[in-house]
């Protein structure tokens, strides 16, 4: 790990002015291209305090061993330059988008004496018109295949062209009237290229000249009673109107218009584009990529603009971009752009109207995207396997660690502390083996100390369990493991690693938790947030595992699954908590009958000051329970008054059970974040004994619950 400071270079040999940098390692490979407006203040910012730096950045200088420069004329030169150096050197420490499928574009190869119409893949020719990309390669053939009525262009490969001139006969499509020929001379090679071009023409989206232009031969051969050539003519125009409608129009305004979405997470993002021309989708792409520098939307943005910009020219890029996030400073970009079109584009965000909803469109495409690219990442076999092993080799364990526990603590500033425990067995999760903890050793809001208590109940819990059956052995261990009915026990299995949420702090708690136990042979380790960075116990230094490391992201995704069963518990709690009313508390009174006295009194309120006698008077109720209802309003504290904060004014009437207290302020927490995936068993709550109690369990067992 090299020291920033030994290749720093000296104090004004760096020029301020426009240019492009590289940062290379000990063996002269360059891995980082950027940019700047001012050369020395951009490379100053790199050689500062590596507390200061973002973590990407600082193992970016640290790798680096040396720092170059080139000082160009405008801050569009360096646009262009540095797109060119990072197609060169493939820089590692720069983002870089991957196609996650090679996309199949309709070509014309228009640099051939008898243009061609074909499906092709991969690297763009010059002088050959593409349009696309297409989602698959059928839908580019049945589109052909319509327009070869109207346009009958060459589609036939040079082979069969050479074999057909040299037999004298067409092949089938020239029989069929879908070719014109040109290989047996029905057709000149000036008529033939003015074919394609009109084909060309049309696929860009210039149809209604087109349409207009057959509808009036069509009418003109039917005055001249030539009912065959206007017949003809009827079904070419029925073609043409079946290949506009394979792409619905998007666009009112028959624009030309790249759409770019972007979703991302900490560690990757996903890049959709939508190609409008016409006003009409005429294809779709998509890329995903590691997010291996410190990178904001606006910057992914102008990554994927230099992609797919890069080695286009005139129409190719149309006159309108639309963005989530503009280039900072989008002058330069919108300037490159418009050099390689010849003509002005229009770069912006759209604010409303069509435009907006579409773009709305593309960024759910993106989400989905990177939601599938996760999803396969981590059902993969071999990734995960590979994932295990990189933990194992990063945290020194003696095996991959097969069973995976993560701990998370949640709440709201100190109110409803709650835990959560996830499991994730061979790299996937095991959502029959998610449980969740009430705080309860102390109030307010102290993670450490909860930590403790969480690792401490769960293990101590499994302890008990363990000393039940004694140290098990295989040919026990169905027996050791399992209830009485077969079901496994709830805490009999222990984990090769704990994960925790935090850095130095939660992992102390944690191992001292195990330590206090007596249990020594389970590893421990924590994911801070912030930095990415894996804690162990009793090291001042994160373990740093690669940005593109499989085993980083294994942990990342049992850390952020454990946060969202904490946040989704936390919030159920805080919805209850405001939801919250004194008939609670009344025993044998269950939820249609709190409904039926509250619609009978109309309120809280109302009911508060009924007597015994009119609360019998439901139907029902009893006596008893008359009784017990005004004895929970008696013990419970009265309800502040609710205030109407438009105009001072206090409200008489209070809202009616379940509809949530209006004096708190808050809405109750929305239930879009369910805590159990399809099919999952329910996920359980502490109890007085440190155990867990399954959700959805008899009543029997809600008293136990804290």
Same mark, same amino acid.
């Given at each position: 790990?090299?020291?920033?400071?030994?290749?720093?270079?000296?104090?004004?040999?760096?020029?301020?002015?426009?240019?492009?940098?590289?940062?290379?390692?000990?063996? $002269?490979?360059?891995?980082?291209?950027?940019?700047?407006?001012?050369?020395?203040?951009?490379?100053?910012?790199?050689?500062?305090?590596?507390?200061?730096?973002?973590?990407?950045?600082?193992?970016?200088?640290t790798t680096a061993a040396s720092v170059e420069w080139t000082v160009v004329a405008t801050e569009t030169a360096a646009l262009q330059l540095e797109y060119t150096w990072i197609k060169e050197y493939d820089p590692r420490?720069?983002?870089?988008?991957?196609?996650?499928?090679?996309?199949?574009?309709?070509?014309?190869?228009?640099?051939?004496?008898?243009?061609?119409?074909?499906?092709?893949?991969?690297?763009?020719?010059?002088?050959?018109?593409?349009?696309?990309?297409?989602?698959?390669?059928?839908?580019?053939?049945?589109?052909?295949?319509?327009?070869?009525?109207?346009?009958?262009?060459?589609?036939?490969?040079?082979?069969?062209?050479?074999?057909?001139? $040299?037999?004298?006969?067409?092949?089938?499509?020239?029989?069929?009237?879908?070719?014109?020929?040109?290989?047996?001379?029905?057709?000149?090679?000036?008529?033939?290229?003015?074919?394609?071009?009109?084909?060309?023409?049309?696929?860009?989206?210039?149809?209604?000249?087109?349409?207009?232009?057959?509808?009036?031969?069509?009418?003109?051969?039917? @005055?001249?009673? &030539?009912?065959?050539?206007?017949?003809?003519?009827?079904?070419?125009?029925?073609?043409?109107?079946?290949?506009?409608?394979?792409?619905?129009?998007?666009?009112?305004?028959?624009?030309?218009?790249?759409?770019?979405?972007?979703?991302?997470?900490?560690? @990757?993002?996903?890049?959709?584009?939508?190609?409008?021309?016409?006003?009409?989708?005429?294809?779709?792409?998509?890329?995903?990529?590691?997010?291996?520098?410190?990178?904001?939307?606006?910057?992914?943005?102008?990554?994927?603009?230099?992609?797919?910009?890069? &080695?286009?020219?005139?129409?190719?890029?149309?006159?309108?971009?639309?963005?989530?996030?503009?280039?900072?400073?989008?002058?330069?970009?919108?300037?490159?752009?418009?050099?390689?079109?010849?003509?002005?584009?229009?770069?912006?965000?759209?604010?409303?109207?069509?435009?907006?909803?579409l773009m709305e469109t593309v960024a759910r495409n993106a989400q989905q995207s990177l939601v599938l690219h996760k999803t396969k990442r981590a059902s993969d076999l071999t990734t995960r396997s590979r994932a295990l092993?990189?933990?194992?080799?990063?945290?020194?364990?003696?095996?991959?660690?097969?069973?995976?526990?993560?701990?998370?603590?949640?709440?709201?500033?100190?109110?409803?502390?709650?835990?959560?425990?996830?499991?994730? @067995?061979?790299?996937?999760?095991?959502?029959s083996e998610y449980r969740r903890f009430q705080i309860k050793g102390f109030e307010g809001q102290d993670d450490v100390r909860s930590m403790h208590e969480v690792i401490t109940r769960r293990f101590r819990r499994y302890?008990?369990?363990?000393?039940?059956?004694?140290?098990?052995?295989?040919?026990?261990?169905?027996?050791?493991?399992?209830?009485?009915?077969?079901?496994?026990?709830?805490?009999?299995? %222990?984990?090769?690693?704990?994960?925790?949420?935090?850095?130095?702090?939660?992992?102390?708690?944690?191992?001292?938790?195990?330590?206090?136990?007596?249990?020594?042979?389970?590893?421990?380790?924590?994911?801070?947030?912030?930095?990415?960075?894996?804690?162990?116990?009793?090291?001042?230094? %994160?373990?740093?595992?690669?940005?593109?490391?499989?085993?980083?992201?294994?942990?990342?995704?049992?850390?952020? &699954?454990?946060?969202?069963?904490?946040?989704?518990?936390?919030?159920?709690?805080?919805?209850?908590?405001?939801?919250?009313?004194?008939?609670?508390?009344?025993?044998?009174?269950?939820?249609?009958?709190?409904?039926?006295?509250?619609?009978?009194?109309?309120?809280?309120?109302?009911?508060?000051?009924?007597?015994?006698?009119?609360?019998?008077?439901?139907?029902?109720?009893?006596?008893?329970?008359?009784?017990?209802?005004?004895?929970?309003?008696?013990?419970?504290?009265?309800?502040?008054?609710?205030?109407?904060?438009?105009?001072?004014?206090?409200?008489?009437?209070?809202?009616?059970?379940?509809?949530?207290?209006?004096?708190?302020?808050?809405?109750?927490?929305?239930?879009?974040?369910?805590?159990?995936?399809?099919?999952?068993?329910?996920?359980?709550?502490?109890?007085?004994?440190?155990?867990?109690?399954?959700?959805?369990?008899?009543?029997?067992?809600?008293?136990?619950?804290?």
């Open positions: 790990m090299a020291d920033p400071s030994s290749y720093r270079p000296k104090p004004g040999q760096i020029p301020d002015s426009p240019g492009v940098y590289r940062f290379r390692d000990e063996h $002269r490979r360059v891995i980082y291209v950027g940019k700047a407006k001012s050369l020395r203040q951009r490379l100053a910012s790199y050689f500062q305090d590596l507390a200061n730096l973002h973590p990407r950045t600082a193992t970016m200088v420490f720069n983002v870089k988008y991957r196609d996650d499928k090679s996309y199949p574009y309709l070509a014309v190869t228009m640099n051939e004496e008898f243009p061609r119409v074909q499906v092709m893949r991969g690297q763009k020719k010059k002088g050959v018109r593409y349009f696309g990309p297409y989602g698959h390669a059928w839908a580019i053939r049945d589109t052909v295949d319509l327009l070869l009525r109207v346009f009958p262009v060459r589609t036939c490969s040079a082979g069969v062209f050479k074999n057909a001139a $040299r037999t004298g006969r067409p092949c089938l499509l020239g029989y069929i009237g879908k070719c014109s020929a040109p290989c047996v001379d029905r057709i000149s090679a000036e008529d033939h290229r003015e074919l394609a071009e009109d084909f060309c023409e049309f696929m860009t989206g210039r149809t209604g000249t087109y349409i207009r232009r057959l509808e009036r031969q069509m009418t003109d051969a039917a @005055e001249e009673m &030539e009912y065959e050539r206007a017949a003809r003519l009827r079904d070419d125009i029925d073609a043409l109107r079946k290949a506009m409608e394979k792409s619905a129009v998007v666009l009112a305004d028959a624009t030309d218009a790249d759409l770019i979405a972007v979703a991302e997470d900490e560690l @990757e993002a996903a890049v959709q584009i939508f190609h409008v021309r016409g006003g009409r989708v005429r294809g779709q792409r998509g890329w995903v990529t590691d997010k291996v520098e410190a990178v904001t939307t606006a910057d992914l943005v102008e990554h994927a603009l230099q992609q797919l910009y890069g &080695e286009e020219r005139g129409d190719s890029v149309p006159k309108e971009v639309l963005v989530p996030a503009l280039p900072d400073p989008v002058e330069p970009v919108q300037e490159w752009l418009t050099q390689r079109r010849g003509s002005n584009v229009s770069l912006r965000i759209p604010q409303r109207g069509d435009k907006k909803a092993e990189e933990i194992a080799a990063a945290l020194e364990l003696d095996s991959a660690p097969l069973r995976i526990e993560c701990y998370d603590i949640s709440h709201l500033q100190g109110d409803d502390v709650v835990a959560s425990m996830v499991v994730f @067995e061979d790299g996937l999760a095991r959502k302890l008990v369990e363990k000393e039940k059956t004694g140290e098990w052995s295989p040919e026990e261990a169905q027996e050791g493991l399992t209830e009485d009915d077969g079901r496994p026990k709830r805490f009999a299995y %222990p984990p090769q690693l704990v994960v925790v949420d935090g850095g130095q702090p939660q992992v102390a708690a944690a191992q001292r938790a195990l330590d206090e136990l007596g249990i020594d042979d389970i590893a421990v380790c924590g994911l801070a947030k912030r930095l990415e960075e894996v804690w162990v116990p009793g090291e001042d230094d %994160p373990v740093v595992l690669p940005r593109t490391s499989e085993g980083l992201y294994l942990l990342q995704r049992v850390r952020d &699954e454990a946060h969202r069963f904490a946040i989704s518990y936390q919030r159920t709690k805080r919805t209850k908590r405001f939801k919250a009313s004194p008939l609670d508390d009344v025993p044998g009174l269950g939820e249609s009958r709190k409904q039926i006295l509250i619609k009978h009194f109309g309120s809280l309120k109302r009911l508060r000051s009924a007597t015994i006698d009119q609360i019998c008077e439901v139907p029902g109720v009893g006596r008893k329970t008359a009784e017990a209802v005004l004895a929970a309003f008696a013990q419970a504290a009265p309800a502040p008054p609710a205030v109407n904060t438009a105009t001072g004014e206090i409200m008489e009437d209070e809202d009616p059970v379940g509809t949530g207290d209006s004096h708190t302020g808050e809405e109750p927490a929305p239930a879009d974040d369910p805590p159990h995936g399809k099919g999952a068993t329910p996920t359980a709550a502490p109890n007085e004994g440190g155990t867990a109690t399954p959700v959805g369990a008899p009543e029997r067992r809600r008293g136990m619950e804290t």
